[in-house]
């Protein structure tokens, strides 16, 4: 009775005109519409993928405790495969798949179930862990079913859209729903960084590498991610956007064992009201650059800090992680357009789109056996590397780029920025192997992580 009353109620409150639009099914066509047809067309391309990798476990909880390690030893790990299950989508007839990093990424063993219960074996041929995005080669296909590419700059809020996946291993399922959001970002939409089409159609776990359909049965996007309290999926689901898909898949067809994105040489956050008002912008939008590099093709094209980036190919820009996005779907190679706003004027350029170059690449050094830090590598401080360790772009100096064999007691990382040994500055690298060279009973080190100054002291012994 209450449903009913309520019904009444917002049948009366509803205007004449939307009730007059609002109609039941007139005939059996209307009443049968359904998306069997797209489902049919596209599930044979959905596929189960099954990996295996061997990760070391530690037999204490402690083993991994910055401070307890310091003081015992915990002994070896001890290795154990652990196994994963998910989704891929068939994007080649000859076999080419993509799925999560998270499904394969570092798999000693993949195995590919496809619809009609064929199974291949799979490799990874191009993968990225910042983009959660994996590319595999199935051994032996031909002529397989494949998917073809939506233009996701094209979907809007509203768009149907089908989840297509392997949820709980029960087999392959099928959720409806809409895209419910576009240009998506942050840590806690994804396990990859970006830029991300956001939807209600139901993806559990499992659904992961799976595809987001639109209704002309074309892949929209590959379901990445959920966002929830329980592990249940309550309607926020994520999916990377086919466009940056078709990026990867072209790099891993043209043999690439990296994917390549354009650099950037920026640091920029979004325009709020206030910046807006006191940059002279009518309204909020954009990013702001906080931080260039001199080497920047952002530097090159005229720009400076304080001026404001709002669209860059015919595409608005409003956060970093578009930014980032927007580069990396147009590939390195060639120019785009940018347009900025910079001293109170609109105004356009052309900016060159490559790697960060890496004019220091032949400067590293490894330390060997003769030196107290036997096994520690090193190399100068160039944009690639910046890039590749997520250091600020203001980084210089000799920076640590792998830690092996005795150095480990030195508790170094990877993107430590080295200052100085025994009170002499650390430069390049040459200066290194310089102050290890002279006998000491005590090293002091002193390096830089995430921005703070810190200290190592050991024996010479």
Same mark, same amino acid.
């Given at each position: 009775m209450r449903i009913a009353a309520f019904c009444l109620i917002v049948a009366a409150a509803l205007p004449v005109p939307l009730l007059a639009q609002a109609k039941v099914p007139a005939d059996r066509a209307e009443i049968g519409l359904s998306f069997a047809p797209v489902v049919k067309a596209a599930a044979p391309t959905v596929v189960n993928i099954y990996a295996s990798r061997i990760v070391a476990q530690r037999l204490?909880?402690?083993?991994?405790?910055?401070?307890?390690?310091?003081?015992?030893?915990?002994?070896?790990?001890?290795?154990?495969?652990?196994?994963?299950? /998910?989704?891929?989508?068939?994007?080649?007839?000859d076999g080419i798949v993509v799925s999560n990093f998270h499904v394969v990424g570092g798999a000693e063993d993949i195995r590919v179930v496809l =619809?009609?219960?064929?199974?291949?074996?799979?490799?990874?041929?191009?993968?990225?862990?910042?983009?959660?995005?994996?590319?595999?080669r199935l051994d032996g296909a031909e002529? %397989?079913?494949?998917?073809?590419?939506?233009?996701?700059? %094209?979907?809007?809020?509203?768009?149907?859209?089908?989840?297509?996946?392997?949820?709980?291993?029960?087999?392959?399922?099928?959720?409806?729903?809409?895209?419910?959001?576009?240009?998506?970002?942050?840590?806690?939409? /994804?396990?990859?960084?970006?830029?991300?089409?956001?939807?209600?159609?139901?993806?559990?776990?499992?659904?992961?590498?799976?595809?987001?359909?639109?209704?002309?049965?074309?892949?929209?996007?590959?379901?990445?991610?959920?966002?929830?309290?329980?592990g249940g999926s309550h309607g926020i689901g994520f999916a990377i956007p086919s466009n940056l898909v078709a990026q990867y898949v072209a790099q891993a067809e043209a043999g690439a064992a990296d994917f390549a994105r354009p650099w950037s040489g920026i640091e920029v956050q979004p325009v709020?009201?206030?910046?807006?008002?006191?940059?002279? %912008? =009518?309204?909020?939008g954009g990013v702001v650059i906080r931080q260039i590099h001199p080497e920047s093709p952002f530097a090159k094209a005229g720009l400076d800090a304080g001026d404001v980036v709002t669209g860059i190919a015919g595409h608005p820009v409003d956060g970093p992680q578009e930014l980032d996005y927007r580069l990396a779907i147009l590939g390195p190679g060639g120019t785009a357009d940018l347009r900025y706003w910079s001293d109170g004027d609109e105004a356009e350029t052309e900016i060159v789109l490559s790697p960060a170059p890496d004019p220091d690449a032949e400067q590293s050094l490894r330390l060997g056996s003769g030196s107290p830090l036997n096994g520690l590598a090193v190399a100068a401080l160039g944009p690639a590397l910046i890039e590749r360790?997520?250091?600020?772009?203001?980084?210089?100096?000799?920076?640590?780029t792998e830690v092996a064999g005795p150095s480990r007691r030195t508790r170094l990382r990877p993107g430590d920025i080295l200052i100085a040994v025994n009170g002499l500055p650390i430069r390049v690298p040459e200066d290194?192997?310089?102050?290890?060279?002279?006998?000491?009973?005590?090293?002091?080190?002193?390096?830089?992580?995430? /921005?703070?100054?810190?200290?190592?002291?050991?024996?010479?012994?």
């Open positions: 204490s909880p402690f083993a991994d405790d910055p401070l307890f390690s310091q003081f015992f030893d915990f002994g070896p790990s001890v290795p154990r495969v652990q196994n994963s299950l /998910g989704s891929g989508v068939i994007l080649r007839a =619809a009609d219960r064929r199974e291949y074996a799979g490799r990874v041929i191009l993968a990225d862990e910042a983009a959660d995005l994996a590319v595999i002529d %397989l079913p494949a998917l073809d590419l939506a233009d996701s700059d %094209l979907a809007e809020v509203g768009d149907l859209v089908l989840a297509i996946g392997n949820p709980f291993g029960v087999g392959q399922t099928v959720t409806s729903g809409i895209v419910s959001g576009l240009a998506r970002a942050g840590g806690d939409m /994804g396990r990859g960084r970006g830029y991300f089409i956001q939807t209600d159609a139901a993806i559990n776990p499992g659904n992961s590498g799976g595809a987001l359909v639109d209704t002309a049965g074309r892949l929209l996007g590959i379901n990445t991610s959920i966002l929830t309290r329980s709020d009201a206030g910046m807006a008002e006191a940059l002279g %912008l =009518a309204a909020p360790l997520g250091l600020p772009l203001s980084a210089e100096g000799v920076v640590v290194l192997a310089a102050a290890t060279a002279q006998p000491a009973r005590l090293w002091q080190i002193e390096f830089l992580r995430g /921005g703070r100054r810190a200290m190592v002291r050991l024996s010479g012994g």
